[in-house]
């Protein structure tokens, strides 16, 4: 297959499920009333629902061993100097290890890839790239979210205006243009665009995945150009929210305009997609036990709960047990032969 094939293979795989998402928006007859009170409904009950029984299913999942995924010094003798981070060895040690990797993305920080250069020469190095769309990703979709808080609430709470003045500092344009719309863009078109051009990424990449980031793409786009170019009745777009989320729906005397409702059915079926996707990962990262367990193995015993009665051997009962051997191999023992064999000895 050469790279044209490949290329418009791969934008199939995306352009299918979104034109199907269109024809169903504009099929004829459209009615507000369906698209702009029952899906959205119904995708928020599946949402919720499907959300909260997949948090309950891993939250229920034994863990019966301490298995952090570590990559620092554990915390041992007093001399030894310890990483509390990388090994977090507390609660707050762990909510730190967390808190660092929830906003900042700290592991994805210190990625590494290898390449193979002219040569062929191997080069291993870090991937700044991916961290950098990732994290600027996130942070501007939770930003945006945050924003349309202002829909669904009257009066507007005051940390929603105050998020809205610092995205649209540089006060450009009518209307104002907020930074996020654009970071946004320049984010997901990077992490949508390297699956397709990266040999290795595309190898490894998945329907799924583009599915994605082209949903997500498209939720942004139609948002951005209902802001600048297509215009939508605001006002009536608030009322319909107000209604949805007070539980009192109801549709506006004045048509929103098609745009909005094309808006909110790519926002329903993120909805609907959501808690049966990779997105889920959203939930899932607090509930990893590679990460959310403190690292206190040579400090604690941790008993396993589905064999509490397992006979407990102790160091010294080892030692006893095998002193001979350890002894023949030159093993540093806590006690002499006659401390440990006092009935042998006499
Ligand atoms: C995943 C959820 C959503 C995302 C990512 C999203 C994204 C966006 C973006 C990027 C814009 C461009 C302008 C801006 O940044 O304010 C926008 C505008 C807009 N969105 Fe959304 N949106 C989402 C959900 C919703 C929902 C549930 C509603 C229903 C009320 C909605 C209604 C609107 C409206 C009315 C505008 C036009 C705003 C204006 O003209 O200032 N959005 N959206």
Redesign the pocket.
Known sequence: MDGKQTFFSTWKRVLIPLAILVIIAVIPGFNAAMFGIVIPYVAGLVFLIGFISRIMGWAKSPVPFRIPATCGQQKTLPWIKNDHLDNPHTFWGVVGRMFLEVFFFRTLFRNTQAGLKDGPKLVYGGNKLLWAAGLAFHWS?LI??I??VR?FTEPVPGFVNFVQGFDSLFQIGV?VL?L??IV?VAALSYLFIRRVIFAQVRFISLPADYFALGL?LA??LT??V??YWIK?D?VG?KE??LGLITLSPGLPKDPIGFM?YF??FL?CT?LLYFPFSKLMHMGGIFLSPTRNMANNNRMRRHVNPWNPEVKLHTYEEYEEEFHDVMSAAGMPLEKTYAEAKPSETE
């Open positions: 979709f945006i979210l924003r349309h829909f209307p907020c996020t719309d946004i997500l939720i942004v948002g951005i209902m802001k939508v605001n777009a319909l929210a909005f808006h909110l926002v993120l």
